[in-house]
């Protein structure tokens, strides 16, 4: 974590100074401004700068973490990302109707009436699916 905070501060400072120098040279090129290029290579800068300082602050937090170290095996990086539900169906139906929902966009608002109801059905079923019959808790 300690290499990727310092690798996003090394591009906040290069996409800002590639922004003023996409500015130097279109306005020598052109002889005007062109904000929106310039606005958009410097957004990217903005960005890195979020991310570098959120990693940094959690990498202060945290502490080490096995990716920092030489001497780790890859087992020491692992642990539970969470249970999941064996041969369950709802991720499917929940992925199929909130594309179908997705899709409304394009193809019209009458599809995101009928898909998403069906996307509630499919997140309700998929969040209580180990609350009801043989496999209750």
């Known amino acids: 974590m300690k290499f990727n905070g310092n690798l996003f ?4 400072a290069f996409y800002f100074v590639d922004s ?3 500015a130097i040279w279109y306005y020598n090129t052109n002889g005007g401004y062109e904000p929106i290029g310039t606005a ?3 957004m990217l800068g903005f960005m890195c700068a979020f991310l570098a300082f959120y990693i ?4 202060a937090s945290q502490g080490p973490v096995p ?4 001497t780790a095996n890859i087992e020491d990086g692992d642990s539970e990302i969470g249970y999941f539900a064996p041969w369950s169906w709802w991720p499917f139906f929940l992925g199929l109707f909130a594309s179908m929902a997705f899709a409304a966009l394009a193809v019209g608002w009458w599809l995101f009436f009928i898909a998403f109801p069906l996307c509630l059905v499919a997140l309700i079923g998929f969040v209580y699916e180990r609350s009801r019959g043989q496999n209750a808790h």
């Open 67 to 70: 990716e920092d170290s030489l």
């Open 40 to 42: 958009a290579i410097a």
């Open 20 to 22: 003023a120098g996409y």
């Open 56 to 59: 940094k602050k959690t990498h």
């Open 9 to 12: 501060w090394f591009l906040t």
